[in-house]
Protein backbone atom coordinates (compact mmCIF):
# COMPACT_ATOMS: atom_id res chain seq x y z
CA UNK A 1 0.00 0.00 0.00
CA UNK A 2 0.83 3.67 -0.01
CA UNK A 3 3.62 4.62 3.02
CA UNK A 4 5.96 7.44 3.39
CA UNK A 5 8.81 6.76 5.74
CA UNK A 6 10.45 9.76 7.61
CA UNK A 7 13.86 9.79 9.09
CA UNK A 8 14.95 10.70 11.98
CA UNK A 9 11.99 11.10 14.20
CA UNK A 10 14.34 13.45 16.51
CA UNK A 11 16.96 15.73 15.72
CA UNK A 12 18.80 17.99 17.95
CA UNK A 13 21.16 20.65 16.04
CA UNK A 14 23.10 23.53 16.92
CA UNK A 15 22.01 27.11 16.11
CA UNK A 16 23.45 27.87 12.92
CA UNK A 17 24.30 24.51 11.65
CA UNK A 18 22.47 22.49 8.77
CA UNK A 19 19.40 20.17 9.20
CA UNK A 20 18.26 17.34 7.27
CA UNK A 21 14.87 15.01 6.90
CA UNK A 22 14.55 12.16 4.43
CA UNK A 23 11.56 10.73 3.39
CA UNK A 24 10.91 7.65 1.07
CA UNK A 25 7.35 7.31 -0.84
CA UNK A 26 6.11 3.72 -2.10
CA UNK A 27 4.04 4.82 -5.08
CA UNK A 28 6.26 6.08 -8.05
CA UNK A 29 2.81 7.53 -9.37
CA UNK A 30 3.12 10.29 -6.36
CA UNK A 31 3.51 13.44 -8.18
CA UNK A 32 3.13 16.39 -5.07
CA UNK A 33 5.41 16.35 -2.15
CA UNK A 34 4.96 19.15 0.49
CA UNK A 35 6.55 19.96 3.95
CA UNK A 36 4.85 21.11 7.01
CA UNK A 37 5.96 22.69 10.11
CA UNK A 38 4.07 22.62 13.03
CA UNK A 39 4.82 24.19 16.48
CA UNK A 40 3.32 22.91 19.82
CA UNK A 41 -0.81 23.80 19.56
CA UNK A 42 -1.02 25.04 15.85
CA UNK A 43 -1.85 23.67 12.61
CA UNK A 44 0.47 22.54 10.41
CA UNK A 45 2.08 24.90 8.24
CA UNK A 46 3.16 24.94 4.23
CA UNK A 47 6.65 26.01 4.33
CA UNK A 48 7.86 24.48 0.82
CA UNK A 49 6.56 21.61 -1.90
CA UNK A 50 7.90 20.06 -5.19
CA UNK A 51 6.39 18.84 -7.70
CA UNK A 52 7.61 15.17 -9.51
CA UNK A 53 8.95 17.36 -12.66
CA UNK A 54 10.96 19.61 -10.22
CA UNK A 55 14.50 18.14 -8.67
CA UNK A 56 15.10 20.80 -6.20
CA UNK A 57 13.59 23.94 -5.17
CA UNK A 58 14.81 26.13 -2.41
CA UNK A 59 13.16 29.01 -0.66
CA UNK A 60 15.58 31.52 1.19
CA UNK A 61 17.08 29.23 4.01
CA UNK A 62 14.64 25.99 3.03
CA UNK A 63 15.47 23.66 0.53
CA UNK A 64 13.42 20.32 -0.77
CA UNK A 65 15.54 18.08 -3.15
CA UNK A 66 13.75 14.83 -5.11
CA UNK A 67 15.14 11.96 -6.63
CA UNK A 68 12.14 10.09 -8.50
CA UNK A 69 14.39 6.85 -9.07
CA UNK A 70 14.96 6.52 -5.41
CA UNK A 71 11.89 7.63 -4.51
CA UNK A 72 13.55 10.01 -2.06
CA UNK A 73 13.28 13.42 -0.93
CA UNK A 74 14.62 15.57 1.62
CA UNK A 75 13.87 19.19 3.38
CA UNK A 76 17.27 21.08 4.24
CA UNK A 77 17.57 23.76 6.72
CA UNK A 78 20.21 25.94 6.52
CA UNK A 79 21.89 28.18 9.58
CA UNK A 80 19.26 27.05 11.72
CA UNK A 81 17.62 29.38 14.39
CA UNK A 82 15.80 28.42 17.57
CA UNK A 83 12.39 29.35 16.15
CA UNK A 84 13.14 26.24 13.52
CA UNK A 85 12.47 24.35 16.35
CA UNK A 86 8.72 22.11 15.57
CA UNK A 87 7.89 19.13 14.26
CA UNK A 88 8.37 18.65 10.19
CA UNK A 89 6.05 16.64 8.18
CA UNK A 90 6.74 15.65 4.73
CA UNK A 91 3.55 14.17 2.63
CA UNK A 92 3.39 12.87 -0.83
CA UNK A 93 0.14 12.84 -2.92
CA UNK A 94 -0.79 10.82 -6.19
CA UNK A 95 -3.85 12.40 -6.22
CA UNK A 96 -6.57 14.91 -5.84
CA UNK A 97 -7.61 15.02 -2.20
CA UNK A 98 -5.28 12.54 -0.35
CA UNK A 99 -1.53 12.43 1.23
CA UNK A 100 0.48 10.21 2.76
CA UNK A 101 2.24 11.78 5.34
CA UNK A 102 5.32 10.94 7.00
CA UNK A 103 5.49 9.95 10.74
CA UNK A 104 6.85 13.68 11.81
CA UNK A 105 10.38 14.74 12.72
CA UNK A 106 10.83 16.21 15.95
CA UNK A 107 13.75 19.03 15.37
CA UNK A 108 15.11 20.79 18.32
CA UNK A 109 17.82 23.83 17.66
CA UNK A 110 20.39 24.05 20.50
CA UNK A 111 21.27 27.70 20.87
CA UNK B 1 -4.07 35.19 2.32
CA UNK B 2 -3.42 31.64 2.69
CA UNK B 3 -5.28 31.57 6.06
CA UNK B 4 -8.17 29.01 7.33
CA UNK B 5 -9.74 30.00 10.71
CA UNK B 6 -11.64 27.31 13.51
CA UNK B 7 -13.55 27.97 16.50
CA UNK B 8 -13.62 27.38 19.26
CA UNK B 9 -9.69 26.97 19.91
CA UNK B 10 -10.17 24.13 22.68
CA UNK B 11 -13.32 22.24 23.64
CA UNK B 12 -14.42 20.14 26.47
CA UNK B 13 -17.27 17.78 26.28
CA UNK B 14 -19.38 15.11 28.01
CA UNK B 15 -20.30 12.05 26.14
CA UNK B 16 -23.75 13.20 26.38
CA UNK B 17 -23.14 16.48 24.78
CA UNK B 18 -23.88 17.52 21.17
CA UNK B 19 -21.68 20.01 20.16
CA UNK B 20 -19.96 21.50 16.73
CA UNK B 21 -16.72 22.85 15.21
CA UNK B 22 -16.29 25.69 12.71
CA UNK B 23 -14.36 25.98 9.82
CA UNK B 24 -14.29 28.85 7.74
CA UNK B 25 -11.42 30.34 4.54
CA UNK B 26 -12.08 32.65 2.24
CA UNK B 27 -9.50 31.67 -0.37
CA UNK B 28 -12.05 31.19 -2.94
CA UNK B 29 -11.25 27.08 -2.35
CA UNK B 30 -13.44 24.60 -3.33
CA UNK B 31 -11.87 21.76 -1.73
CA UNK B 32 -12.32 21.26 2.23
CA UNK B 33 -11.37 18.66 4.07
CA UNK B 34 -11.34 17.48 8.36
CA UNK B 35 -8.44 15.78 9.63
CA UNK B 36 -8.13 14.37 13.41
CA UNK B 37 -4.27 14.47 14.50
CA UNK B 38 -3.55 12.49 17.65
CA UNK B 39 -0.68 13.35 19.83
CA UNK B 40 3.06 12.97 17.92
CA UNK B 41 0.95 11.62 15.07
CA UNK B 42 0.55 12.61 11.64
CA UNK B 43 -3.32 14.00 10.51
CA UNK B 44 -5.34 11.32 9.87
CA UNK B 45 -7.93 12.53 6.41
CA UNK B 46 -11.31 12.15 7.72
CA UNK B 47 -13.80 13.83 5.37
CA UNK B 48 -13.57 15.87 2.08
CA UNK B 49 -15.95 17.69 0.61
CA UNK B 50 -15.46 19.04 -2.91
CA UNK B 51 -17.97 21.74 -4.33
CA UNK B 52 -19.81 21.54 -1.48
CA UNK B 53 -20.24 17.77 -1.78
CA UNK B 54 -19.03 15.04 0.36
CA UNK B 55 -16.44 13.07 -1.71
CA UNK B 56 -14.78 11.39 0.63
CA UNK B 57 -15.54 9.60 4.29
CA UNK B 58 -12.81 7.71 5.59
CA UNK B 59 -15.10 4.94 6.99
CA UNK B 60 -15.57 7.63 10.05
CA UNK B 61 -17.89 6.57 12.88
CA UNK B 62 -21.51 8.10 12.24
CA UNK B 63 -20.90 10.15 15.35
CA UNK B 64 -18.98 13.02 13.51
CA UNK B 65 -21.11 14.16 11.11
CA UNK B 66 -19.65 16.83 8.93
CA UNK B 67 -21.52 19.74 7.16
CA UNK B 68 -20.75 22.23 4.30
CA UNK B 69 -23.16 25.08 3.85
CA UNK B 70 -21.26 27.26 1.54
CA UNK B 71 -18.38 27.26 -0.27
CA UNK B 72 -16.56 29.62 3.10
CA UNK B 73 -17.70 27.10 5.65
CA UNK B 74 -17.24 23.50 7.09
CA UNK B 75 -18.64 22.26 10.15
CA UNK B 76 -18.74 18.91 12.18
CA UNK B 77 -21.04 17.97 14.55
CA UNK B 78 -19.81 15.65 17.15
CA UNK B 79 -22.61 13.55 19.12
CA UNK B 80 -21.94 11.06 21.61
CA UNK B 81 -18.01 10.97 21.70
CA UNK B 82 -16.00 8.79 23.60
CA UNK B 83 -12.62 9.61 25.18
CA UNK B 84 -10.50 8.03 23.01
CA UNK B 85 -11.75 10.53 20.42
CA UNK B 86 -9.50 13.20 22.07
CA UNK B 87 -7.52 14.76 19.62
CA UNK B 88 -6.94 18.10 18.05
CA UNK B 89 -9.16 18.11 14.59
CA UNK B 90 -7.67 20.18 12.13
CA UNK B 91 -9.71 21.86 8.98
CA UNK B 92 -8.47 22.11 5.64
CA UNK B 93 -8.77 23.76 2.66
CA UNK B 94 -7.93 23.34 -1.16
CA UNK B 95 -8.16 24.93 -4.90
CA UNK B 96 -9.17 22.17 -7.43
CA UNK B 97 -7.03 22.68 -10.14
CA UNK B 98 -7.26 19.14 -11.73
CA UNK B 99 -3.28 18.93 -10.22
CA UNK B 100 -2.69 17.61 -7.17
CA UNK B 101 -3.42 21.04 -4.33
CA UNK B 102 -1.73 22.34 -1.98
CA UNK B 103 -3.89 22.17 1.52
CA UNK B 104 -3.62 24.96 4.04
CA UNK B 105 -4.32 24.15 7.48
CA UNK B 106 -6.47 25.78 9.82
CA UNK B 107 -4.99 26.21 13.57
CA UNK B 108 -7.09 23.41 15.05
CA UNK B 109 -9.49 22.89 17.56
CA UNK B 110 -8.29 20.88 21.00
CA UNK B 111 -11.22 18.36 21.29
CA UNK B 112 -11.36 16.86 24.97
CA UNK B 113 -14.14 14.03 25.64
CA UNK B 114 -14.25 13.36 29.26
Known amino acids: GENVEQHPSTLSVQEGDSAVIKCTYS??????FPWYKQELGKGPQLIIDIRSNVGEKKDQRIAVTLNKTAKHFSLHITETQPEDSAVYFC??????????FGTGTRLKVLA | DTEVTQTPKHLVMGMTNKKSLKCEQHMGHRAMYWYKQKAKKPPELMFVYSYEKLSINESVPSRFSPECPNSSLLNLHLHALQPEDSALYLC?????????????FGPGTRLTVL
Open chain 2, 92 to 104: ASSHLTGLTDTQY
Open chain 1, 91 to 100: AASIRTYKYI
Open chain 1, 27 to 32: DSASNY
